[in-house]
């Protein structure tokens, strides 16, 4: 398997133009110059893209929903001028220089932005679902353990559950541009998974461009001259340091964010100084520094392999009261 998906992702070159296809582009950042930059590069390869993103930044939000909530008008502006308050719940970005046709926010959670451009502006526009679905460039790099609550990873998720070849991308901090919504950094990682893009097509042959049941988790360095693609797993290296705290005074992290100044509880992100062991060093968290990585996920929770199974079966072969 891990041979096969190392021919069919961007670890080789691909060679030719890819296969125009139906994209969807989510995020869990809202409007940001990583996502413009991403529709522009995927535009110029002559694919058809549908961008369904929330209304304001809901990192960490992993895979909630608000079920059965109807959404009402905006209660507040959208993240970067995407609406204003009062719009819709869902509809077009109405920001000058962003085309309404094809980008659209939703007043709420990431996956929820995703089921939008899935359940309801693809079938508009194409009658079915996308060939793929990519999620983010986020800013900032989603590796480790800390995927468990990442909006962008979740997205993901959720459509490899419907079948759908899906990738999570996230590049570094560095990318942000809240003014223009054009930073370099964001061209330049965009111009990397339009040719992700091309070689997941070089590698389909026709078919689906993702084997069912495996989606990717790609992370793009903040030195972004360091592009050579490493297949990596997400492993048990954690480059955050995530823990709940009796006082986020304590956070050095949490004091630049502007939310420890008072020595209040809650859950915070450190950076993890602990040096990785030997059995770590193919995990994305430590590869990421000098390369660009990709992981392999399956979709929800589900273990598949004979070993885990097999686990399984003799815990169900106990409790039956069988030998």
Excluded at 140 to 151: D, F, H, K, L
Excluded at 233 to 240: I, K, L, S
Aim: net charge neutral.
């Amino acid at each position: 398997m891990l041979t096969r998906l190392l021919l069919a992702t961007a670890l080789v070159a691909a060679p030719a133009l890819a296969e125009a296809r139906n994209i969807v582009v989510s995020n869990d950042d809202g409007l940001t110059s990583n996502v413009v930059a991403l529709y522009k590069a995927l535009k110029a390869e002559g694919h058809d893209v549908i961008v369904s993103i929330p209304c304001t930044g809901q990192s960490g939000m992993g895979g909630a929903v608000k079920f059965m909530r109807p959404l009402g008008p905006l209660s507040q502006d959208c993240h970067n001028g995407a609406a204003k308050k009062g719009a819709p719940g869902v509809g077009p970005i109405d920001r000058e220089g962003i085309p309404a046709q094809d980008f659209n926010y939703v007043d709420g959670t990431p996956v929820m932005a995703v089921l939008y451009g899935i359940d309801v502006l693809a079938q508009k526009r194409w009658a079915k679902a996308p060939d793929l679905v990519l999620s983010g460039p986020n800013e900032g790099q989603n590796v480790g353990q800390i995927i468990v609550s990442s909006g962008t990873v979740n997205v993901v998720q959720y459509a490899s559950a419907r079948g759908i070849p899906a990738v999570a991308l996230s590049a570094g901090v560095g990318t942000t541009d809240n003014t223009g919504l054009a930073n370099p950094q964001s061209a330049t990682v965009a111009a990397l998974s339009a040719e992700l893009v091309d070689a997941l097509d070089a590698g389909a042959a026709g078919r689906s461009l993702l084997p069912a049941g495996i989606s990717l988790n790609v992370n793009f360095p903040d030195d972004l001259a360091k592009d050579s693609w490493k297949l990596t797993r997400v492993g048990t290296y954690n480059a955050y340091d995530v823990h709940f705290t009796e006082d986020m005074s304590q956070s050095p992290v949490a004091r630049a964010m502007g939310a420890g100044g008072q020595s209040l509880p809650g859950v915070v992100i450190d950076l993890n100084k602990a040096a990785p062991t030997p059995a770590q060093a193919r995990d994305e968290s430590i590869v990421v520094r000098d390369a660009i990585t990709v992981s392999v996920m399956q979709p929800g929770y589900g273990a598949q392999d004979k070993h885990t199974t097999g686990i399984a079966r003799k815990l169900i072969n106990r409790l039956s009261g069988k030998k």
